[in-house]
T-cell receptor
Framework: AQTVTQSQPEMSVQEAETVTLSCTYDTSESDYYLFWYKQPPSRQMILVIRQEAYKQQNATENRFSVNFQKAAKSFSLKISDSQLGDAAMYFCAYRSYSNYQLIWGAGTKLIIKP | EPEVTQTPSHQVTQMGQEVILRCVPISNHLYFYWYRQILGQKVEFLVSFYNNEISEKSEIFDDQFSVERPDGSNFTLKIRSTKLEDSAMYFC?????????????FGPGTRLLVL
């Protein structure tokens, strides 16, 4: 069975600085998707970025980028120029090609210091 | 921007009572999901639903749970006889497509407390 591990329960960063959130996963599959979701205090789970495992190029969305290391089964999220609005829980999630369910990490609480 | 909505935001119920959690998926979406998150634990998949039937379910989704799309807009999760361990945040999600283009969009959740 697949598992997702986020080893950092909490991270803090100074506003305008860069922070990297870690995620590792375990799977025997070669084709899958990886996601980062953000959950602010309002509770709505918002998609930040997604990565298809067959793509070697790392996904980027504005200030958010990933470092996808398939061999190491690592999928970290880098947030550049951190803003106060980035404060939230960040969840890493895995989905195989063959089914629909997302498998989640435990989350990392990101604190932005003004 | 279209959003998934869920009602109620909070629900308190007595053990053994039935509860129905409601979700309105994004209007052109065809795939629907329920997840739950027990306090302090990971988000867990419960069930996925497509074309008026369950496409996948987890071990958690036993006979006490059921899902329904009673009309063109609502997607409901029913827990027939609630237990204390059903206390959790329940998230609904929907996606337009499955496969390569699939991204699940989530509602804000319903916090269920079983006393």
């Amino acid at each position: 069975a697949q598992t997702v591990t986020q080893s950092q329960p909490e991270m803090s960063v100074q506003e305008a600085e860069t922070v990297t959130l870690s995620c590792t996963y375990d799977t025997s599959e070669s084709d899958y998707y990886l996601f980062w979701y953000k959950q602010p205090p309002s509770r709505q789970m918002i998609l930040v970025i997604r990565q298809e495992a067959y793509k070697q190029q790392n996904a980027t969305e504005n200030r958010f980028s990933v470092n996808f290391q398939k061999a190491a089964k690592s999928f970290s999220l880098k947030i550049s120029d951190s803003q106060l609005g980035d404060a939230a829980m960040y969840f890493c999630a895995y989905r195989s090609y063959s089914n629909y369910q997302l498998i989640w990490g435990a989350g990392t609480k990101l604190i932005i210091k003004p | 921007e279209p959003e998934v909505t869920q009602t109620p935001s909070h629900q308190v119920t007595q053990m053994g009572q039935e509860v129905i959690l409601r979700c309105v998926p994004i209007s052109n979406h065809l795939y629907f999901y329920w997840y739950r998150q027990i306090l302090g634990q990971k988000v867990e998949f419960l069930v996925s639903f497509y074309n008026n039937e369950i496409s996948e379910k987890s071990e958690i989704f036993d006979d006490q749970f059921s899902v329904e799309r009673p009309d063109g807009s609502n997607f409901t999760l029913k827990i027939r006889s609630t237990k204390l361990e059903d206390s959790a945040m329940y998230f609904c999600a929907s996606s337009e497509l499955a496969g390569n283009q699939e991204t699940q969009y989530f509602g804000p959740g319903t916090r269920l407390l079983v006393l």
